[in-house]
């Protein structure tokens, strides 16, 4: 994969800063996601999670299923405030 | 294990553990280990709104919170590592005619000791963050040299620092016992196995009552959630943390774009819950959105919590345990553990390495709370 090729597409994230990180020894998502972002944007994930993972299996020598992965946040889409804020609990 | 011996084991990934490090390192000690039960910055650093504020009510904590900007002023160069420090201030909202005088006080203070805030009408607040609804605004506080950082970087930045100069830190390990013998530290064991040491620093933010445990003795400290969230980036709206102790809020718009937030529940349980709620994100929607109506437009993405580590006055608990030789402490933060880690973890060093420190840090022992000799903030959330 080259490293111009963007992983992250809501953070701007490419391929080569995440194998940097994986090269300084940073190999869990969690870690890879707080010293880049990818995954932090709007889609929170839905999109590069499973390539990082796929990724971190390569590089670690592990199955994907062996990754652990990160605690899954709310909301699942994003909601604006105004719309939260107007929510009475009913 | 590789490693059997060591001079210093600290417990604790976050920014407090790794900046000890790093200081301890930087002044000259050798064989320093470190043990993270998870990964760096998977505890409160990570979790925290990173601020970062001179604003402050005790004599103490203002020269603490001015020395550690200082740090942070410099720490990007000084760690090889860009932790993105934004100081865009602090506005602080007053909503009281308790607060105005509170704030009076302690801006004469904050001046007195060359922090630059300064006390401000509802009109200047204005100018500073022109999207800010002043209604039930009565006056604020400001200070310019305020700000944030980012907290992941900055806490890899330490760990880095800390590596190069030789600190051996071991994540996904967990430490389960300490050992002791006529009131000294001997051993630490982790689940990759025991190193003997003289020294242990407990750092382990939200689980350090559970370490002091481990040592044999208690630890007035407790954990709390603090929740918190995050909206998708936007274009700049204002660059100051927007604050109120009496609205209970804090709101920042970090350089990257996303707007953070967060407000401390007074029903919080005790304990080590991070969990998220639906309350906490609508109660936090209706609480910005009136004080910055133009939030309404603006999505949240993320929502999270993490530990505070509360102590009973709401103070650090910093130096060594009067009985066990050989346990440091640097716990009980209470929501401030990010922005004193820079001043605080050199102060630290100093004490281990050299028995004083350059800044006076007694008042901060274990033994307050025995003694009675509560420290008062006025100004914490």
Redesign the interface.
């Known amino acids: 994969m080259k490293d111009e090729i963007i992983i992250c597409r809501c953070e701007d994230i490419t391929w080569g800063e995440i194998r940097q990180a994986l090269e300084k020894g940073y190999t869990t998502l969690d870690e890879i996601k707080r010293i880049t972002r990818a995954g932090m944007g709007r889609c929170q994930g839905t999109t590069c999670r499973r390539i990082i993972l796929r990724e971190i299996a390569k590089f670690c020598h592990k199955k994907i299923e062996e990754v652990a992965v990160p605690t899954f946040r709310p909301p699942t889409k994003p909601v604006k405030l105004g719309t939260l804020a107007g929510d009475d609990g009913d | 294990m590789v490693i059997k011996r060591a001079s210093v084991v600290i417990i604790g990934g976050g920014i407090t553990g790794c900046s000890i490090a790093y200081n301890l390192a930087k002044m000259g000690c050798k064989n320093i280990v470190l043990f993270e039960k998870n990964?760096?910055?998977?505890g409160a650093t990570?979790r925290c709104a990173a601020g970062i504020r001179q604003q402050f009510g005790t004599e103490m904590n203002c020269i603490l919170a001015r020395e550690s900007i200082k740090i942070f002023e410099n720490l990007s160069q000084e760690l090889d590592y860009d932790i993105e420090l934004n100081q865009g201030g602090y506005l602080i909202l007053a909503y009281t005619e308790k607060e105005v005088n509170q704030f009076k006080k302690n801006v004469a203070l904050e001046q007195s000791l060359g922090i630059d805030a300064r006390f401000i009408t509802v009109e200047e607040a204005k100018e500073i963050v022109p999207p800010l609804n002043a209604e039930g605004v009565l006056a604020a506080t400001f200070c310019p040299t305020d700000g944030h950082a980012n907290p992941?970087?900055t806490n890899?930045a330490y760990a880095?620092a800390a590596q190069r100069l030789g600190v051996k830190i071991y994540n996904f390990t967990e430490v389960k016992e300490i050992k002791t013998e006529n009131n000294r530290i001997v051993s630490v064991s982790t689940d990759r196995g025991e190193v003997f040491t003289p020294i242990v620093i407990n750092a382990a933010g939200g689980y350090s009552g559970e370490i002091g445990k481990m040592a044999g003795v208690e630890i007035p400290v407790y954990s709390q959630r603090h929740q918190i969230l995050i909206?998708?980036?936007v274009d700049p709206l204002f660059r100051p943390m927007l604050m109120s102790f009496s609205g209970n809020f804090y709101c920042q718009q970090t350089p990257?774009g996303s707007i953070i937030m967060g407000f401390g529940d007074p029903n919080e349980l005790k304990g080590y819950d991070i969990g998220?709620s639906?309350?906490f994100?609508?109660e936090?929607?209706?609480k910005?959105?009136?004080v910055v109506p133009l939030?309404?437009?603006?999505?949240?993405?993320?929502?999270?919590s993490g530990l505070y580590n509360m102590s009973p006055d709401s103070q650090p608990i910093m130096g060594e345990h009067p009985q066990v030789n050989g346990f440091y402490l640097a716990v009980g933060y209470s929501g401030h553990g990010f922005m004193l880690a820079p001043v605080v973890s050199q102060l630290m060093a100093e004490l281990i390495l050299k028995g004083q420190t350059s800044i006076p840090i007694d008042k901060l022992d274990i033994g307050r709370f025995e003694r009675g000799e509560l420290i008062i903030e006025p100004s914490v959330v």
């Open positions: 990964s760096l910055a998977s990570g992941f970087n890899f880095e909206t998708e980036p990257h998220s639906w309350q994100a609508r936090m929607a209706q910005m959105t009136a939030l309404k437009e603006v999505s949240m993405v993320r929502q999270w």
